[in-house]
Structure formats: structure tokens, C-alpha cells
């Protein structure tokens, strides 16, 4: 797939298999965030899963990018109806962070440097779809895009993907985070529609 000549000739619009319904394909790579975007030293960066029984799993840095890695393309697709084809990653597997991790929740509250939230279900943490990544088109993320690391939950809307995000609150039930509170969708599965409470 050429995602070079698909834009060629400027139709945006155009119908396209992989494009979710009432998407559009964006050529640049929006910059959306709800506050300002957060500066954390690598030094002082950490990342943690918190059980439901209050056990804290953290990796610094240096622990963090120790873990094996993978490299991933994936398709990512903005409520605001902007979707990016292609788009190439590394980072680390949620499979492999939650490997020594006991849980009886099933659900996350993904947590961000800055206070940002969201909710999401375990199972759409595991099995190879979500990672933590740190690179973006192979450099280091730019913070502008949620460097150090962010969540990256490409089958769900990109609200989802928690930039800056320092960690994982496991509960029992599912609660909403800052934009679902805000009447987005608690899900947002972007292939039926789910922008808004109800839809
Ligand atoms: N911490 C944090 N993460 C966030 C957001 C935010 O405002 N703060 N915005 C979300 C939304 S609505 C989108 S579409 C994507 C945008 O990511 P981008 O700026 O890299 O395109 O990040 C998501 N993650
Ligand atoms: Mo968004």
C-alpha cells in the first residue's frame, strides 16, 4: 500500500477499506492535546501498573527500555475524524509489562504526566494489541506526540492512546476517564462508531 500516491490529487474523502466509517486521511500527523504538553527528564521518568490490591509494578528508564521491544505499523484513527495509515512505532508490548503482574481487574485507568485519563478494557491491553512506545518513524517520540512514552491502543479511537503516560490503575469496574466523562464513548470501537455516550 502507498500511502503517497492514495493522497495524490488531493481526495481526502476518497472511500478506502482500511478508513473506519466518516474518516478522513490525514497526510500530516495532528497534534491533539487537551493541555500543555508535559517535559519529563528521562532521569525522572517512570512507568507503573497498580493493582487493584494496591501492588505497584514500576520500571525507570533504563528498566524500561531494557525490556524487549517490537517495531509495528499500524493504522490510528481520530474521533475528530482524522485517520493515519501506516503509521510505524516501537515500544514495548502491554503482554510483556503485565507478565509478572497478578490481576483480578479488568479493567485500566491509564494515567498521563499532566493528569490526563482513560478507560480501557484489559483484554484490548493483551494479546499483541497495545504497547507502550517511545519511537515514532525511528526517533525518539517527540513530546509534542507524547514523549518519553505513550500508550498506543491503535484498534480503538486515538483518544485511547494516553500520551505522556506514567501508568496503569487495574479496577474492577469500568469507570470513565477525562474525555469519557466528557460524553465520549466509554469503548470506542472507531469501526462501529463509537464517538459519544450512547452512539
Ligand atoms: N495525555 C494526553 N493524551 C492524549 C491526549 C491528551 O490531550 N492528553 N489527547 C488524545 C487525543 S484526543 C488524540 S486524537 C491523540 C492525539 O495524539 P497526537 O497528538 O500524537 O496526534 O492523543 C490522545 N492522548
Ligand atoms: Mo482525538
Redesign the pocket.
Known amino acids: 500500500m502507498s500511502i503517497i500516491s492514495r493522497g495524490f490529487g488531493g481526495r481526502r474523502r476518497e472511500p478506502s477499506p482500511d478508513l473506519p466509517p466518516g474518516q478522513y486521511l490525514a497526510h500530516d500527523f495532528p497534534v ?1 492535546s487537551a493541555g500543555p504538553t508535559p517535559r519529563i527528564p528521562l532521569d525522572r521518568w517512570h512507568f507503573s501498573i497498580v493493582t487493584e490490591t494496591g501492588e505497584k509494578h514500576t520500571w525507570n528508564w533504563a528498566e524500561f527500555t531494557a525490556l524487549p521491544a517490537e517495531e509495528f505499523t499500524v493504522d490510528i484513527h ?3 475524524k482524522w485517520s493515519k495509515l501506516g503509521t510505524s512505532w516501537k515500544g514495548v508490548s502491554l503482554d510483556t509489562l503485565f507478565e509478572d503482574v497478578e490481576t483480578a481487574g479488568d479493567y485500566a485507568m491509564a494515567h498521563s504526566y499532566g493528569g490526563y485519563t482513560t478507560n480501557v478494557p484489559l483484554e484490548d491491553l493483551l494479546d499483541g494489541k497495545a504497547w507502550i512506545a517511545y519511537e515514532y518513524d525511528g526517533e525518539p517520540l517527540h513530546p509534542e506526540h507524547g514523549g518519553p512514552a505513550r500508550l498506543l491502543i491503535p484498534h480503538l ?3 485511547k492512546s494516553a500520551k505522556w503516560v506514567d501508568g496503569l490503575r487495574m479496577m474492577h469496574e469500568d469507570e470513565p476517564g477525562f ?1 469519557e466523562d466528557a460524553g465520549y464513548h466509554m469503548y470506542g470501537d472507531p469501526w462501529r462508531e463509537q464517538r459519544y455516550h450512547g452512539d
Request: contains cysteine.
Open positions: 491533539l481520530c474521533v475528530t479511537y486515538f483518544w474525555w
